[in-house]
């Protein structure tokens, strides 16, 4: 096992152990999530030098102000290279204190305590931080791995409806690039999901997170494997940019229009592209939008850092439970799945 292999999936906060010796503590967290779950946290971590710092909740925090005022908190409190920092909340939270403790005096060590579902089975796996300047997204950060990631499941029921199911979309996926039987899992375990069932949580997020964990540990730097990641990314940046929906909404939007588009290519047939439409359908996940013009999705993903310029690199179907890197596929082709997805 190495650094950032180690996740472990929990009912609770009891069971959170530091295996090392640490001199000062820094738990970074956003508002929301302080109220609820700081206090009874610092009581599992049994640990006298224990410091917190709360950030606002939501994108804009993930900026260079917040990173510089942390700085200066964790200056002026004395934090050294033997001082910890433990990131509790979501997938903001963790960006930003992954890139403070991988710059902080050349990097102290870091553990990750992810409280929303995306969290959980995409953002704090895989040793990528960042933050954003302006519109540029994570355009500064680095690769940091943290020493381990510890999910209590329960954060999970204090959730808002949405995020939990914007978060369910990075789940589907993992069936749809990696594990066709996931995906059935998926279909079948749907009531008890949605009603956040224990059991039914942990093994979602362990299946998701051991995906996401097997493909970076095979592709860290994201040269090809780790591409499969992006399906329903490259069509849903549009409509994330543009629209009102949140990421993992325009992901399924996203993903809505690389099936048509696979179909069409005759890459997939339509009985599997008829049973992974009706998963999103069931699991009440927007297929369609309105309101954008097709154009201005495509240019947006003519920009896509994933697009070289000259041609499309696309993530599609090939076959249940597995997909590819398709390099063929011309703008008409795209123009018309952005079409016919459009409402
Ligand atoms: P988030 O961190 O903004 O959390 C969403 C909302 O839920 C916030 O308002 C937060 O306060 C609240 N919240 C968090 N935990 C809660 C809980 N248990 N109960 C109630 N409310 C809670 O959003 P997110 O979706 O977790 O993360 C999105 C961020 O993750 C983006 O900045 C994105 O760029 C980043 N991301 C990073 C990676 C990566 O590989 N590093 C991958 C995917 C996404
Ligand atoms: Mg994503």
Redesign the pocket.
Do not use: A
């Given at each position: 096992m190495e650094k950032g292999d180690k996740v472990y999936i929990e009912r609770d906060f009891k069971k959170f152990n530091l295996i090392k010796e640490y001199d000062k503590i820094l738990v970074i967290t956003?508002?929301?999530?302080k109220k609820?779950?700081v206090n009874n946290f610092i009581k599992s971590l049994k640990y006298d030098n224990t410091l917190v710092y709360d950030i606002s909740?939501?994108?804009e925090s993930?900026c260079l102000s917040v990173y510089e005022d942390i700085f200066k908190f964790c200056i002026e409190n004395g934090l050294s290279r033997k001082s910890l920092i433990i990131s509790l909340?979501?997938?903001?939270?963790?960006?930003l204190s992954?890139f403070v403790a991988s710059t902080y005096m050349r990097g102290i060590d870091l553990v990750h305590c992810?409280?929303?579902l995306?969290?959980q089975v995409?953002?704090s796996?895989?040793g990528?931080?960042?933050i954003n300047l302006g519109i540029y997204?994570?355009i500064i950060g680095s690769f940091y791995q943290p020493e381990f990631i510890y999910i209590n499941i329960n954060?999970?029921k204090?959730?808002?409806k949405d995020?939990f199911l914007?978060?369910l979309s990075e789940v589907i996926k993992y069936g749809l690039i990696y594990d066709y039987d996931f995906l059935d899992y998926i279909i079948e375990n749907k009531e008890k999901i949605l009603d956040l069932d224990e059991d039914s949580l942990i093994y979602i997020v362990n299946k998701s997170s051991s995906i996401k964990l097997d493909i970076v540990k095979k592709d860290e730097k994201e040269s090809n494997l780790r591409k499969i990641l992006n399906l329903g990314h490259s069509f849903g940046h549009g409509i994330e940019k543009l629209g009102k929906f949140s990421?993992g909404y325009a992901v399924s939007i996203g993903t809505h229009m690389a099936f048509r588009l696979a179909l069409k290519k005759k890459l997939i047939n339509k009985d599997y592209y008829d049973k992974v439409i009706k998963i999103y359908k069931e699991y009440n996940l927007p297929m369609t939008f309105k309101n954008i013009n097709s154009k201005y999705i495509l240019d947006i993903m003519k920009k896509d850092k994933k697009n070289s310029y000259l041609k499309f690199s696309l993530v599609l179907p090939v076959g249940c439970g597995k997909v590819d890197i398709i390099e063929d596929t011309k703008e008409e082709e795209i123009l018309s799945v952005i079409e016919e997805v459009r409402n």
């Open positions: 956003d508002k929301n999530v609820l779950y909740s939501g994108e993930k909340g979501g997938g903001v939270v963790g960006d992954g992810p409280t929303t995306l969290s995409d953002s796996i895989g990528k931080t960042g997204k994570n954060t999970l204090t959730l808002q995020e914007s978060g990421h």
